[in-house]
């Protein structure tokens, strides 16, 4: 009876470990289809619904815990999008929900370049990859919120810019980059 007793358990303790295993292959299977390049450093992940509005947002460090931190399997049946926010890129993916089961529309994912910044010294470099060639609103403020200058970039498919504040030396300025639906906002100190 004993070694039944054995042999019963370690066949329970093997299919659990098994339903783990699997488990933990399903998650990143999930995952690689959302981003395979879903970078080991914090990235800041947002499920919108079907009209934008933010439903769950987290920072996740490791791939494998996304599906874990948002909990998908609590949302109402529906159309929702994965919004991944790495530094210079946003990739969104929509994904349906039905009966608690997630399908990913991977061939309708798109990828929105971020404005990229990069100061040294008096100048600030912009750059921005626009392979869909549309435009991009500059506008720059002062510390109270003055606009002190203003332009757009288009009809190109790398923007790029250096901006010289060598006269605003001592003073904090605001530079709101607007492009594809979306508003980038980055206070400097000179």
Same mark, same amino acid.
Do not use: C, W
């Given at each position: 009876m004993k070694k039944v007793l054995k042999n019963?358990?370690?066949?329970?303790?093997?299919?659990?470990?098994?339903n783990v295993y699997s488990a933990k292959l399903e998650l990143k299977k999930f995952n690689s289809e959302i981003d395979p390049e879903i970078e080991l450093k914090t990235t800041k992940v947002v499920v919108k619904n079907k009209k934008g509005r933010i439903i769950q947002q987290a920072m996740i460090n490791l791939s494998e815990t996304l599906l874990e931190d948002l909990? @998908?399997?609590? !949302?109402?049946?529906?159309?929702?999008?994965f919004e991944i926010d790495k530094y210079s890129e946003i990739k969104i993916t929509p994904f349906v929900v039905i009966s608690n089961q997630v399908v990913i529309d991977q061939k309708n994912s798109q990828i929105i370049f971020k404005p990229v910044l990069r100061v040294n010294g008096m100048f600030?470099? @912009?750059?921005? !990859?626009?392979?869909?060639?549309?435009h991009m609103?500059?506008?720059?403020?002062?510390?109270?919120?003055?606009?002190i200058y203003t332009e757009v970039l288009k009809d190109d498919i790398k923007l790029e810019r250096i901006y010289d504040f060598s006269k605003y030396k001592g003073m904090k300025v605001q530079i709101k980059l607007k492009s594809q639906n979306r508003t980038f906002v980055h206070n400097l100190e000179f």
């Amino acid at each position: 009876m004993k070694k039944v007793l054995k042999n019963v358990t370690f066949l329970v303790l093997t299919l659990i470990a098994v339903n783990v295993y699997s488990a933990k292959l399903e998650l990143k299977k999930f995952n690689s289809e959302i981003d395979p390049e879903i970078e080991l450093k914090t990235t800041k992940v947002v499920v919108k619904n079907k009209k934008g509005r933010i439903i769950q947002q987290a920072m996740i460090n490791l791939s494998e815990t996304l599906l874990e931190d948002l909990e @998908l399997s609590s !949302l109402p049946n529906g159309f929702y999008s994965f919004e991944i926010d790495k530094y210079s890129e946003i990739k969104i993916t929509p994904f349906v929900v039905i009966s608690n089961q997630v399908v990913i529309d991977q061939k309708n994912s798109q990828i929105i370049f971020k404005p990229v910044l990069r100061v040294n010294g008096m100048f600030v470099y @912009l750059t921005q !990859l626009n392979l869909e060639k549309k435009h991009m609103q500059v506008e720059i403020y002062d510390i109270d919120k003055n606009r002190i200058y203003t332009e757009v970039l288009k009809d190109d498919i790398k923007l790029e810019r250096i901006y010289d504040f060598s006269k605003y030396k001592g003073m904090k300025v605001q530079i709101k980059l607007k492009s594809q639906n979306r508003t980038f906002v980055h206070n400097l100190e000179f």
